[in-house]
């Protein structure tokens, strides 16, 4: 019975991985609910709480009757913050019409892929990448073509390595900075380098995500879509999820070109037409606001940077580099790959990551959902005294493998 219903599925839902991050924290979970202490170390969400002014916000759009439908894009208040935004701390320049407002950034690069890729087009995606990049572009019918960089790189991808995987195919690029998984942050000449190349190429896009925009420990964000070489051809993603503590919100949006933006709206409008009314009202009310407890949460996540990074750099074995941005370690693990304890051998990452769930009670991820299989991502969204906690578990259980 089982195996009819299957075969009634489409082949892109059926050929479509489940997201590694989301399995990884309902592992987590299943572990935890059979009583043992789980320190989920897994899930890519501050562990702050939306600031009281964006709260109470919210509570004000209630008070005025604010929950009707609003225009798909989003409402004409929340359009106009994030076009004062993106000019104010970016040096962007989109007008209002050209942003559309969505149930999360996820759902604004899905967008995105539909509205440019036809069958068989490709997309240079940057890695290591989000866990979604891959499967949202072969979803809309397109190849993913994978470039990548190692630590040794701090994981960045230089201008040459993507030329060298661009032909007549190419639709885009797809990068995130500072990046999730790896905390990398493209500073503005690497940018700059990788504009000039592209002016190589004027009919690729370049979708740049900067949901980790406001956490960021190298003192000035730096966005792509500013330099004239592919300013006009930038589509910006941006959101409320990471630098307000919003995640359950569900809110996002980006700034394209005037045609890819109406595309965007056009399919919005036929799928999940406007995001929810209150979020945008506290969404604006955010971007409207002052940034202290935004700056607030970067310091304490760069505290906790540097808490983890010292304990992690005492365990032999791993390599460990200093990311910028974000709040995920993203260390290379292949040293373990071919030990055991006696009971469990470590054949590649997904397995560490288990092993480290079921021995040391932590969850992390494994990096080969990110495109880079000799590699852990972890998150340091948790307590210090959590992240103390679980370097010292990692730390023996990795030295119960010879």
């Given at each position: 019975m ?5 075969t ?20 987590g ?13 897994s ?17 004000e759009?209630l ?9 798909v ?25 050209q ?9 604004s ?18 890695a290591?990448?989000?866990v979604?990049y891959s499967?949202?572009v ?9 470039v990548?960089a ?13 030329a ?5 195919r190419?639709k ?41 925009e406001h956490?960021?420990?190298t ?8 330099f ?7 589509i ?15 809110l996002?949006y ?15 409008g036929?799928?999940?037409s ?11 009310h ?11 949460m ?27 941005g ?6 290379d693990?292949?040293?373990f ?13 997904d ?28 998150s340091?969204?948790?307590s ?15 030295r119960?493998?010879?």
């Amino acid at each position: 019975m089982s195996t009819v219903a299957t075969t009634r599925l489409s082949d892109r839902v059926l050929s479509m991985e489940e997201s590694a991050t989301l399995r990884m924290a309902q592992l987590g979970r299943e572990v935890k609910a059979k009583g043992h202490d789980v320190i989920s170390l897994s899930l890519g969400e501050p562990d702050f709480d939306t600031p009281d002014h964006i709260k109470q916000a919210a509570k004000e759009a209630l008070d005025l009757g604010l929950t009707k439908y609003t225009p798909v894009p989003g409402t004409a208040e929340i359009r106009q913050a994030i076009s004062d935004k993106f000019k104010r701390e970016n040096g962007l320049d989109y007008t209002p019409g050209q942003i559309v407002v969505s149930t999360g950034a996820k759902q604004s690069i899905a967008n995105v892929c539909f509205a440019l890729l036809n069958e068989g087009d490709e997309a240079v995606i940057l890695a290591p990448f989000w866990v979604s990049y891959s499967a949202m572009v072969e979803v809309a019918g397109g190849k993913a073509v994978i470039v990548g960089a190692g630590i040794e790189d701090d994981y960045k991808v230089t201008p040459e390595a993507i030329a060298e995987a661009i032909n007549e195919r190419t639709k885009f690029i797809l990068f995130s900075s500072p990046c999730n998984p790896t905390g990398s942050v493209y500073t503005a000449d690497e940018l700059a380098a990788i504009a000039r190349m592209l002016a190589n190429y004027p009919d690729v896009y370049v979708i740049s995500d900067e949901i980790y925009e406001h956490i960021n420990f190298t003192g000035k964000h730096a966005s792509i879509g500013t330099f004239p070489e592919v300013k006009d051809r930038t589509i910006t993603v941006n959101g409320f999820s990471k630098g307000f503590a919003m995640t359950g919100w569900r809110l996002g949006y980006l700034g394209a070109p005037q045609d890819v933006a109406d595309a965007c709206n056009k399919l919005q409008g036929q799928n999940t037409s406007g995001p929810n009314s209150i979020a945008q009202y506290a969404g604006a009310h955010a971007l409207n606001s002052d940034l202290g407890p935004t700056v607030a949460m970067k310091e304490a996540f760069a505290r906790r940077r540097e808490l983890i990074i010292e304990g992690l750099e005492k365990i032999e074995g791993l390599k460990v580099n200093r990311p910028q941005g974000a709040f995920y370690i993203f260390p290379d693990v292949s040293a373990f790959f071919g030990k055991s304890d006696g009971e469990t051998t470590i054949r590649n990452a997904d397995d560490l990551a288990e092993y480290l769930l079921l021995n040391a009670y932590v969850a992390t991820v494994t990096g080969d959902a990110f495109g880079a299989p000799t590699c852990l991502r972890i998150s340091y969204a948790a307590s210090e005294e959590q992240l103390r906690q679980a370097v010292d578990r990692i730390g023996e259980a990795l030295r119960a493998l010879k």
